[in-house]
């Protein structure tokens, strides 16, 4: 799997931003879809995530700000991120992985950029 993510930028506190990762070669919907960010001199941390099925879970700190979601048509996770706050700021990876019995397979993107600042 291949994973490319799209959307990051400047914007304001209190604005929005989308995040898109498009993926390719496997099947997209036996993945488990994630969206990580690693803030400088901070250990990457899980903000939300995606199961098969659509259940989903967000860190804490984003809970009601931020939605995940999947098209697996499209081969793409989101992340919509509202009332965005300085602490959002970091760079955001998404991450696909799956279990196949044998091994966790586990897939990351290249990261995109995305700063909260007036």
């Known amino acids: 799997v291949q994973l490319q993510a799209f959307g990051g930028g400047l914007v304001q506190p209190g604005g929005s931003l989308r995040l898109s990762c498009v993926a390719s070669g496997s099947i997209f919907s036996i993945y488990t879809l994630g969206w990580y960010r690693q803030a400088p001199g901070k250990q990457r941390e899980l903000v939300a995530a995606i199961a098969t099925g659509g259940t989903t879970n967000y860190a804490n700190s984003v809970k009601g700000r931020f939605t995940i979601s999947r098209d697996n048509a499209l081969k793409t996770v989101y992340l919509q991120m509202n009332s965005l706050k300085a602490e959002d700021t970091a760079v955001y990876y998404c991450?696909?992985?799956?279990?196949?019995?044998?091994?966790?397979?586990?897939?990351w993107g290249q990261g995109t950029q995305v700063t909260v600042s007036s």
């Open positions: 991450n696909a992985k799956r279990f196949d019995g044998a091994t966790m397979l586990d897939y």
